[in-house]
């Protein structure tokens, strides 16, 4: 110890206190078995048990036919349940990889985006032959198998109430756009209670026709601007 | 045997001439009192019907272009052998339904997939020792602590492995019986062809008339008490026996027997998978097991006889070395 480094009084003490923790910790004892020469009548008769044994392989159950003729049995060929398990949604896969090769469709769709189509949605679906269709979404349909998912599209043309289903991975389906986006989260998956005339969106083919004018190079006016506005209000209006 | 009763007994001897009165007797003794002298043959005349001879046969309709009818076991196997299929089947495993879209047409096919797990000929039936020919196939595996000692003793005796699920499918003649141990893969279906798929129906239980039969039920209203959905009659009364006849229909357990839908397409082969697609829908719940088999109101594939059928050998290489 140099005479230059302050001289604390308790550092010994402390000092003293950890050395004897780690002799303790070192010298510490566990409970060791009772050898032969103290407890005699206690020693086990049969050797202790080799590395690896299990319980189970002395159960009486796993004893499978003692002293009876062994029957040989032929070891059975590949499995090919074993191989591929779920064959349908290998052969579902493949399907969509055909009618959707960009992945756009399954996005949309898809319960990890946080962007996809959602019950209340206003969409309009570009057929492949035919004029398009567009209504609120009431039900999207998801299967088991995802190439069956269907939506079910309601209007009102001409006061006339209308609901299409449509499978979104048919060929006749070119596209499928979202229009207006709900204003608040449905509390709902099954928007039926729009039928009743109370709640019934109506026509939505304002809405459409505006957006289509928007997208093909219309106006001012952007499309999330207009969203969430009550019909009739000025307050805004560019 | 001719007849007595029916001769009218028209002939002349010099007896006759003075017989004024006949008493009347039997026929027989008729004609032994006027001729007594003269055996029974002679006494036939025009009027006497050929007697046909009888065959067995005769009891069935019979005639020009009609197919002779017989009840041998030889007459069975000609009555059935435009049915029965040339080549046996396979046994699958049904995993589920789903869709496929024809690019050009948008049109919405529905299909079964069908998995086959470990098929291999078990065993065979033969016309000399059982009576028809046939082919034991089996298919999955099963622990041998769960098999007893004496099918143990029989997989072995044949040289099989222990399966799961066995069946029959009856073939025409001995040509269509593979080797024992032979692996059947799926490509014994080709795409295009038609198969009958046989499985046990879904069990509905123990179904009302209105599920197992079809019946409308009664009103729901207008007073009707108690009875929507019953049976309400029985059938007629007094007129009919006063009884209920045997075989009425009932309520009583549906479901859970074989059923057989025909000509169901086969639309896709995945050998090394063991998937078969066929078109439409097939009898059972998923994870039961389905029997295929070439569809008998179709014609036959034309594909040699060892299409779909390998070798066991080491199953395993034997297995890798086909695919």
């Keep these: ?238 | 045997m001719f007849r007595l009763d029916r001769i009218n007994i028209v002939f002349s001897t010099s007896r006759t001439h003075n017989a004024t009165q006949i008493r009347t007797h039997t026929p027989q003794s008729t004609a032994r009192f006027l001729c007594p002298s003269v055996p029974r043959s002679f006494t036939r005349t025009i009027r006497t019907i050929q007697p046909t001879p009888r065959t067995r046969t005769d009891r069935f309709n019979h005639g020009a272009g009609l197919p002779i009818l017989g009840a041998s076991k030889t007459a069975a196997f000609l009555r059935k052998e435009a049915m029965l299929p040339l080549r046996t089947g396979a046994l699958a495993i049904k995993k589920g339904m789903t869709a496929i879209y024809d690019p050009t047409t948008a049109k919405r096919t529905a299909y079964t997939v069908l998995q086959l797990d470990r098929c291999q000929v078990t065993g065979h039936k033969r016309r000399d020792a059982h009576g028809y020919w046939a082919v034991q196939i089996g298919c999955g595996t099963i622990e041998a602590r769960n098999v007893s000692r004496a099918e143990r003793g029989n997989y072995a005796a044949q040289g099989v492995p222990l399966k799961r699920h066995v069946a029959e499918f009856r073939v025409k003649d001995a040509a269509g019986l593979p080797e024992l141990g032979s692996i059947v893969t799926a490509d014994l279906f080709q795409e295009g062809q038609y198969v009958d798929a046989r499985a046990d129906s879904r069990g509905m239980g123990f179904a009302g008339g209105m599920k197992r039969w079809g019946w409308s039920g009664q009103p729901a209203s207008h007073g009707k008490s108690l009875s929507h959905r019953v049976m309400g009659s029985s059938g007629a009364s007094q007129g009919s026996g006063s009884r209920v006849h045997p075989g009425k229909r009932m309520a009583g357990r549906m479901g859970g027997e074989q059923q057989t839908v025909q000509c169901l397409k086969v639309l896709r082969v995945d050998k090394e998978n063991g998937i078969v697609v066929v078109h439409g829908a097939v009898p059972g719940p998923k994870k039961g097991i389905v029997k295929l088999q070439d569809a008998i109101k179709k014609p036959w594939p034309q594909v040699e006889l060892s299409v779909g059928v390998s070798k066991m050998g080491s199953t395993a290489e034997a297995l890798e070395s086909t695919i």
């Design chain 1, 1 to 238: 110890m140099s005479l230059s480094a302050p001289v604390r009084p308790l550092a010994c003490i402390k000092q003293a206190i950890r050395q004897c923790r780690i002799e303790l910790q070192q010298t510490r004892r566990y409970a060791v078995p009772a050898t032969e020469a103290e407890y005699p009548s206690l020693q086990t008769r049969y050797p202790p048990p080799t590395p690896g044994f299990r319980p189970s392989q002395a159960i009486k159950q796993n004893r499978f036919e003692t002293g009876l003729k062994k029957i040989p049995v032929v070891p059975p060929p590949r499995s090919t349940t074993k191989a591929c398990p779920d064959p349908i949604s290998i052969l579902t896969n493949k399907q969509i990889s055909v009618l959707d090769p960009t992945g756009a469709r399954t996005r949309l769709f898809s319960p990890a985006n946080p962007e996809r189509v959602q019950p209340g949605d206003i969409l309009v679906v570009r057929l492949r032959t035919g004029d398009p269709v567009s209504g609120t979404v009431l039900n999207i349909r998801q299967r088991h198998q995802p190439i069956d998912t269907a939506i079910l599209l309601r209007n009102q043309l001409t006061r006339v109430g209308v609901e299409v289903w449509f499978k979104v991975y048919s060929p006749n389906v070119e596209g499928i756009e979202v229009v207006q986006r709900a204003v608040k989260r449905a509390r709902r998956a099954k928007l039926y209670y729009m039928r009743q005339p109370r709640h019934d969106v109506g026509s939505v083919e304002g809405v459409v026709k505006q957006y289509l004018r928007q997208r093909s190079g219309g106006p001012l006016g952007s499309r999330e601007a207009n969203t969430g506005r009550k019909t009739g209000s000025k307050k805004g209006r560019k």
